[in-house]
């Protein structure tokens, strides 16, 4: 038998969006290195003609490489309002931004379009930052935005307003980004990994659909017992027994439509409930809760926690071989991206292996941080 607790612990509080970096609530992060979580698109080009080889995924600006490029791939359209969206595992703080614009080799510079104006959006939790700016054309090194002050983000998205146009192509191309503090380059750790997983992405991409993914993976989901609104689950192991991730959805007309998306954490079930707040230092014991585990048979338990934030709304999308998280704070949007790759009973977060494990062999538990 399983349960699923949702506890209270924290009340909301009053809604406060920041607008400039000087505001005594801005976190100050010190930022030695810049660990990426994740890099996404709203699109990217993939040429089917060259097998594979030319591929534009958008970890591509991350990889101090002027020969690979992230190309956007609206159709017929130079990609205004296409973006990409970086994603910090912690925030980070700096008061320098370089691009290097175009697809800057050979002669692709001028034959593909070139950012013309650009948005950058900051958000780090709910503060966020949003202004244009206007990239020179013809350079084809890095050029600066400097800021007056130290900025700090954990998303950073950088999103097509206009346009250079090229002399052969419609495709707009963003050859490299990175941030600087004090005139030193911040250094992003994570690239490789991550540039790994998104280049077998993009050849995926080139084999199977997004409807077949979304079939394919809408199989591994089983039914909630007793589930009033017919939602399915899957929960995911990773090698190690201990990290796993919990997802939620329902299934209309064959399409997998996905409501919640959360890592967590696997332990052995303690006798009391109090114990299991124990497990997680952030929360606090909200109320007795014992009797829960004399209902379950199980000797596991998989926790996790999310936040319930009313200023916040979060919505989950299903693309190609994707997972897109999308939260919008006030008029502010950002969307995060978790790859993933189908092989049998197993599935690939990020390039980590997991496993399709029973949710009726654990206790799954949810805590709602309430912040």
């Known amino acids: 038998m399983k349960k699923i607790i949702s506890t209270i612990l924290l009340s909301v509080a ?12 801005w976190f100050m992060a010190q930022t030695k290195t810049a660990p990426v979580a994740s890099i996404n698109s709203t699109s990217e080009l993939v040429e089917a003609q060259y097998d594979g080889k030319y591929l534009y995924p958008p970890i591509n600006i991350l990889d101090g490489d002027t020969t690979t490029t992230w190309c956007e791939d609206e159709k017929n359209g130079p990609g205004i309002g296409e973006s990409i969206t970086i994603e910090f595992s912690i925030p980070v703080s700096f008061d320098e ?27 780090a939790k709910k503060h966020f930052q949003q202004k244009s700016y206007v990239l020179r054309d013809n350079c084809e090194t890095y050029q600066s935005i400097k800021f007056p002050l130290t900025q700090t983000a954990q998303t950073i998205t950088l999103k097509i307003m206009d346009v250079y146009k090229g002399n052969k192509y419609d495709d707009t191309c963003l050859d490299e980004f990175r941030i600087l503090y004090k005139g030193k380059v911040i250094p992003f750790t994570g690239v490789k990994e991550l540039k790994e997983v998104q280049t077998e992405n993009s050849k995926q991409m080139l084999k199977t659909s997004s409807k077949d993914f979304k079939k394919d993976f809408a199989k591994l989901f089983t039914n909630v017992p007793n589930s009033e609104y017919g939602y399915k689950e899957l929960l995911l192991i990773a090698d190690n027994k201990k990290d796993g991730i919990y997802l939620k959805g329902q299934i209309n007309n064959g399409e997998l439509n996905l409501f919640f998306f959360q890592n967590g954490s696997v332990a052995k079930k303690p006798a009391k ?15 007795p809760e014992e009797n829960v585990f004399k209902a379950s048979t199980t000797d596991k338990v998989f926790y996790f926690t999310y936040e319930s934030n009313w200023y916040i709304n979060v919505q989950y999308k299903l693309g190609n071989y994707r997972i897109t998280t999308e939260r919008t704070v006030s008029y502010v949007t950002t969307e995060t991206t978790t790859i993933i790759k189908l092989d049998g009973n197993s599935v690939y977060i990020n390039g980590v292996h997991y496993t399709v494990a029973n949710p009726n062999d654990y206790l799954i538990v949810e805590f709602d941080t309430g912040m």
């Open 14 to 25: 009053a809604m406060t969006f920041v607008f400039a970096a000087d505001d005594d609530n």
């Open 97 to 123: 931004i370089q691009f290097i614009n175009g697809f800057a080799t050979k002669d692709y510079y001028l034959k593909n379009n070139r950012v013309k104006t650009i948005q950058i959006t900051q958000v």
């Open 273 to 287: 409930f109090s114990d299991l707040y124990k497990l997680n230092s952030s929360m606090e014991y909200a109320g």
